[in-house]
């Protein structure tokens, strides 16, 4: 079983940044690959970003990249998300997951293959 507490969001307006985390329980943690999720009102959740278990591969999705940037420190059994110059369109409640299949080489895309998920820190941008 795994536990996951985001933070870090907030407010913030066009053009800035914020850093979220996403702190797991477990000693598993560094054997799986993490993603970040957003959701916003009246959409879909959808895929942000993903790293592997070890931070060697990284994905995005094409909204974001150049802009946000997911890391990992296995040590801290957290994961990150840098944020740089946010937009109004990235205004959603972010979540991280964690895909419980060991040694995974690439972190998936889809939703439903994640297997633990926290429970979502609010991003707004403001014009």
């Known amino acids: 079983q795994v536990q996951l507490v985001e933070s870090g969001g907030g407010l913030v307006q066009a053009g800035g940044s914020l850093r979220l985390s996403c702190a797991a329980s477990g000693r598993t943690f560094s054997t799986y690959a993490m993603g970040w999720f957003r959701q916003a009102p009246g959409k879909e959740r959808e895929f942000v970003a993903g790293?592997?278990?070890?931070?060697?591969?990284?994905t995005y999705a094409d909204s974001v990249k150049g802009r946000f940037t997911i890391s990992r420190d296995n040590a801290k059994n957290t994961a990150y998300l840098q944020m740089n110059s946010l937009n109004v369109e990235d205004t959603a409640l972010y979540y991280c997951?964690?895909?419980?299949?060991?040694?995974?080489?690439?972190?998936?895309?889809?939703?439903?293959?994640?297997?633990?998920w926290g429970q979502g820190t609010q991003v707004t941008v403001s014009s």
């Open positions: 790293i592997n278990w070890s931070g060697v591969s990284t």
């Open positions: 997951a964690v895909e419980a299949e060991v040694y995974r080489r690439t972190a998936p895309v889809a939703e439903k293959e994640y297997d633990y």
